[in-house]
C-alpha cells in the first residue's frame, strides 16, 4: 500500500506511470495507491490507514511530509473528519468558505497547518497503526522539492524541519528510509520533475523512485 499526497498519487501524469505501479510491474506484488491530493497525516490517521488495512497489506510505504508542513490559518484538527458528513457538506458551500476565511484572516495567525510535534506524534501513530494491523514492512519516504519560498504558504527551512522529524520517527521504528535527494540525484530538476513548480515528479522521477522502494 502506498500512503501519500499529489506527488504519490500522480499528479500529471498517467496511472501507469506512478511509481505505486511501476513497483508492481518490477516485483511479484499488488500495489494499492492510497495517494491523495493534499493528504497530510491528518488524513492518513482519518481514512488512509483504515482503508490501506481493509486490504490486509504486506508493506507500507509513506509520504506525507510537504502539505503537513503548508502555512495557513486554519489547523488541519479543526477540519472536518471523513465520516462528519453534514459538516463537510456545509464546509463545501462557496460561502461558508468565504466567511471561514474571512473569519481567520482576521483573528488567526499563519502557521503550519500541522504543528510539528503534532506531525511527528501522528506520523508515528500511523506507523504503529499500519504495525499492529499486520502490516510487516514499513518505509518511510523523505520528500524534497526545488521549490521556491511563498513565505505565506511554504519555506524550505519549514519543510527542512518536517523532513527531518520524519527521519527521527522513522529511525526511532527501525523503519527505512528513502531520501528524494538520493533517490533523484542523478537527474537534473527538470528530468526528475513535471509541472510548473518542481513538486511532482515526472514519469522518470516515479520510475526511479519505484526502483529504489524495490531495492529496499
Not at 463545501?92 to 481567520?104: C, N, P, Q, Y
Not at 520528500?143 to 519555506?155: C, I, K, N, R, S
Not at 540525484?185 to 529504489?212: F, M, T
Request: net charge negative; charged share 25%; aromatic share 12%.
Amino acid at each position: 500500500a502506498f500512503l501519500g499526497d499529489s506527488r504519490t498519487f500522480g499528479l500529471f501524469v498517467e496511472r501507469e506511470e506512478t511509481y505505486s505501479e511501476a513497483v508492481e510491474r518490477m516485483g511479484d506484488w499488488q500495489s494499492l495507491n492510497l495517494g491523495v491530493p493534499g493528504a497530510t497525516t491528518f488524513e492518513a490517521l482519518d481514512s488512509l490507514v483504515p482503508d490501506a488495512l481493509n486490504y490486509e497489506p504486506f508493506a507500507a510505504v509513506v509520504c506525507l511530509d510537504i502539505n503537513s508542513s503548508l502555512i495557513g490559518y486554519v489547523p488541519r484538527a479543526q477540519a472536518s473528519r471523513r465520516s462528519d458528513v453534514l459538516s463537510n457538506l456545509v464546509r463545501s458551500f462557496s460561502t461558508w468558505i468565504f466567511l471561514e476565511g474571512a473569519w481567520h484572516s482576521f483573528f488567526s495567525e499563519r502557521a503550519p497547518i500541522i504543528p510539528l510535534d503534532d506531525y511527528g506524534k501522528q506520523l508515528d501513530l500511523v506507523f504503529q497503526r499500519l504495525s499492529e494491523g499486520g502490516v510487516e514492512q514499513n518505509i518511510l519516504v523523505v520528500g524534497w522539492t526545488a521549490l521556491e519560498d511563498y513565505p505565506d504558504l511554504y519555506t524550505k527551512a519549514t519543510y527542512d524541519r518536517y523532513r527531518e522529524r520524519s527521519r527521527v520517527v522513522a529511525q526511532r521504528r527501525g523503519i527505512p528510509i528513502l531520501e528524494f535527494t538520493e533517490v533523484l540525484k542523478q537527474l537534473p530538476v527538470e528530468d526528475a520533475y513535471i509541472g510548473e513548480h518542481n513538486i511532482h515528479l515526472s514519469p522518470r522521477g516515479h520510475h526511479k523512485l519505484a526502483q529504489a522502494i524495490v531495492s529496499t
